[in-house]
């Protein structure tokens, strides 16, 4: 029995004209998610695009688990391909939905017909193929309004295909459809959610991390990298930036106010993250921040730490709690890693009294008592280490 997947595309289907490109993006990055599990044929076909592997022996488990950290994917499914008959139908999905309806007590089936030449509608389809399952798993009913599973026959131009429940995608828009933007990627929870969720709205992703040793550790770096490798699972290869920052920080405690410390250093990692980007060609940068959450988030220090640069700064966790983030995290299997004991260079110099409601000016100025910054920028962004992480 031949088995393909259907891909549902989901808010793809809103697009205009262009709506094909979109769609040409969404194939290539299950292409790239697919690599290693085998050899597929895409085609597309209305709001669906159909996976067909090129040899019987392709993991079809493996190729699923893949496709669902596909941005761009609303659902899918496996189907079973038979020939345009009533007949090839009903045997179908006797054998191929068993495993499925064995467990369950309810169902009912839809028929999709875009062959509009098979002589039965979509209503006599649906009513012949659920007597012949009645008839075969008699434990089962009908319910049309809240079955445990839906059958679903499409009648395509050249075969039938048998289905049965949907698999939950990713959603969103398919990555590299929105432009590039730099995240600032730190070891903590809010960051690697951050990023994610802009991924998920089709933004490819440059990374930018800032490492202090010694007063960062190795561990903490790996922390950050394997971070980036679990966003990666869902957004595809990352360009990631490490920057050495310690120079840079250790002119923040030695030249300038306590309590501007922190704020300093948001500003001057913003400005280097900028430099990054316009080199990379990103249009944003990324923050993992929201309000409230500690000094250097209220809404007085957020708008100080924007004046340090020109491009826009997008925060999706803006308006979320910690439990809504870490509910994302976990999703994503980003939690366990984030809370690991190693400590990044936020935590380096932390002020006993920050400012949680800085004035532009004052900041400013308290940031023009380091010397030679601009020299020490320059080094930071000329000294960063770039990896490539998938």
Do not use: W
Request: a neutral charge.
């Amino acid at each position: 029995m031949k088995e393909i997947i259907l891909v549902k595309n989901g808010e793809l289907v809103l697009k205009g004209l262009n709506r094909s490109t979109f769609e040409d993006v969404l194939i290539k990055n299950m292409k790239r998610h697919l690599t290693g599990i085998g050899h597929f044929i895409f085609t597309k076909s209305q709001s669906t695009i159909m996976v067909e592997p090129e040899s019987e022996d392709i993991d079809l488990d493996d190729a699923t688990d893949a496709l669902k950290k596909v941005f761009g994917i609303a659902a899918l499914s496996r189907a079973a391909v038979c020939e345009k008959d009533m007949n090839d139908i009903i045997q179908t999905a006797k054998s191929y939905l068993a495993e499925q309806l064995l467990p369950v007590k309810t169902f009912k089936v839809e028929a999709k017909r875009s062959d509009k030449k098979f002589p039965l509608i979509s209503p006599e389809i649906c009513r012949e193929l659920g007597g012949e399952l009645l008839k075969t798993f008699h434990h089962l009913k009908v319910d049309v309004h809240n079955p445990n599973i839906v059958v679903t026959v499409e009648i395509r131009d050249k075969f039938a295909f048998v289905r049965g429940g949907n698999i939950k995608g990713s959603g969103g828009m398919p990555t590299g459809t929105s432009g590039r933007a730099a995240v600032l990627i730190s070891g903590g929870i809010d960051s690697p959610v951050a990023a994610y969720m802009m991924a998920k709205r089709g933004i490819e992703l440059v990374a930018v991390h800032f490492a202090s040793p010694p007063y960062t550790s190795e561990l903490a770096l790996m922390k950050v990298e394997e971070l980036v490798k679990k966003v990666a699972a869902y957004s595809g290869a990352i360009t990631t930036y490490i920057v050495p920052f310690t120079e840079i920080q250790e002119a923040i405690r030695d030249f300038c106010p306590e309590d501007y410390s922190t704020l300093i250093m948001r500003r001057i990692m913003m400005k280097i993250s900028e430099i990054i980007a316009e080199n990379q060609n990103c249009l944003a940068l990324i923050t993992g921040e929201s309000v409230g959450q500690v000094a250097s988030q209220t809404i007085y220090a957020l708008g100080c730490t924007d004046n340090a640069v020109n491009m826009p700064v997008f925060r999706p966790c803006i308006g979320m709690d910690k439990d809504e983030i870490v509910t994302v995290s976990r999703k994503i299997d980003t939690f366990e890693t984030s809370v690991q004991p190693y400590e990044d260079c936020c935590t380096v110099f932390t002020p006993k009294h920050p400012k949680t409601r800085p004035k532009p000016q004052e900041v400013e100025a308290a940031q023009n008592l380091i010397p030679r910054l601009a020299e020490m920028i320059d080094t930071a962004v000329q000294n960063s280490k770039k990896e490539i992480i998938r």
